[in-house]
C-alpha cells in the first residue's frame, strides 16, 4: 500500500515536470522529444533530468567529471542553453559541486572540455575535499560571534553554564598575562 503511494507520488511528480517542461519546450512535437530522450536516455536518467532542470534535453555526453556529475552539449539548442549538467546526486544536488574547469566549459569561457585541457604541474597539489561546505553546519563562524562561534577566551563571549566570571577591575592589583 506504502510504496503504490509512493509510485503514485513520482509519477504525479513526473507528470508535472513534463507538463511545465512541455508549456516551455519543444512546442512543436513533445511526443517525437520524449521519443528521442528515450532513445539515447533511461527513462530513470529522463525523469532526473526532467526533476533537475526543468526540462528534457537530448545532446552529446562531452564528459564527467570527479563527481560523477555528467556534462552535454547539443550545437542545435540555443546559445547559452547548449550546455547543461546532471548531477550525479538525484534529489540533494548542489551546484556548488561543479569544479571549475567544468563551470568555464558550461558558461563558454572556453570550448575546450577539461579533458583536452593542459594543466600545469605543481610539486604540491591540494587534494579535492569531497564534503560541500555550502551548508550551515559547516559554515565559518568568528570565534565570540553570539550564535555559535567559539569563545575568544578573553571573557567577553561566555556561553551558558561557563565557570569563569566577569571580575571587577583592581588598578592596585598586578598585572595579569593572558
Same mark, same amino acid.
Given at each position: 500500500? #506504502?510504496?503504490? #503511494?509512493?509510485?503514485?507520488?513520482?509519477?504525479? @511528480?513526473?507528470?508535472?515536470?513534463?507538463? /511545465?517542461?512541455?508549456?516551455?519546450? #519543444?512546442?512543436?512535437?513533445?511526443?517525437?522529444?520524449?521519443?528521442?530522450?528515450?532513445?539515447?536516455?533511461?527513462?530513470?536518467?529522463?525523469?532526473?533530468?526532467?526533476?533537475?532542470?526543468?526540462?528534457?534535453?537530448?545532446?552529446? =555526453?562531452?564528459?564527467?567529471? =570527479?563527481?560523477?556529475?555528467?556534462? /552535454?552539449?547539443?550545437?542545435?539548442?540555443?546559445?547559452?542553453?547548449?550546455?547543461?549538467?546532471?548531477?550525479?546526486?538525484?534529489? @540533494?544536488?548542489?551546484?556548488?559541486?561543479?569544479?571549475?574547469?567544468?563551470?568555464?566549459?558550461?558558461?563558454?569561457?572556453?570550448?575546450?572540455?577539461?579533458?583536452?585541457?593542459?594543466?600545469?604541474?605543481?610539486?604540491?597539489?591540494?587534494?579535492?575535499?569531497?564534503?560541500?561546505?555550502?551548508?550551515?553546519?559547516?559554515?565559518?563562524?568568528?570565534?565570540?560571534?553570539?550564535?555559535?562561534?567559539?569563545?575568544?577566551? @578573553?571573557?567577553?563571549?561566555?556561553?551558558?553554564?561557563?565557570?569563569?566570571?566577569?571580575?571587577?577591575? @583592581?588598578?592596585?592589583?598586578?598585572?595579569?598575562?593572558?
Amino acid at each position: 500500500m #506504502f510504496s503504490e #503511494f509512493v509510485i503514485l507520488g513520482i509519477c504525479l @511528480d513526473l507528470v508535472d515536470n513534463i507538463h /511545465f517542461v512541455m508549456a516551455q519546450s #519543444f512546442q512543436s512535437n513533445p511526443v517525437t522529444a520524449v521519443r528521442e530522450g528515450l532513445k539515447q536516455f533511461s527513462a530513470k536518467d529522463i525523469y532526473k533530468q526532467v526533476r533537475q532542470t526543468r526540462d528534457m534535453k537530448t545532446g552529446d =555526453l562531452v564528459g564527467t567529471d =570527479l563527481h560523477g556529475n555528467r556534462y /552535454f552539449e547539443n550545437r542545435d539548442e540555443q546559445f547559452g542553453r547548449d550546455r547543461w549538467v546532471i548531477y550525479a546526486a538525484h534529489m @540533494d544536488f548542489d551546484p556548488a559541486t561543479v569544479p571549475a574547469e567544468w563551470h568555464a566549459w558550461l558558461h563558454h569561457m572556453t570550448d575546450r572540455v577539461p579533458a583536452q585541457m593542459t594543466k600545469p604541474k605543481y610539486a604540491i597539489e591540494p587534494a579535492w575535499d569531497p564534503v560541500k561546505k555550502t551548508g550551515r553546519d559547516t559554515k565559518y563562524v568568528n570565534p565570540g560571534f553570539l550564535l555559535g562561534g567559539k569563545d575568544r577566551g @578573553d571573557g567577553l563571549f561566555r556561553r551558558a553554564g561557563s565557570l569563569r566570571t566577569i571580575r571587577e577591575w @583592581d588598578p592596585n592589583a598586578p598585572a595579569s598575562t593572558p
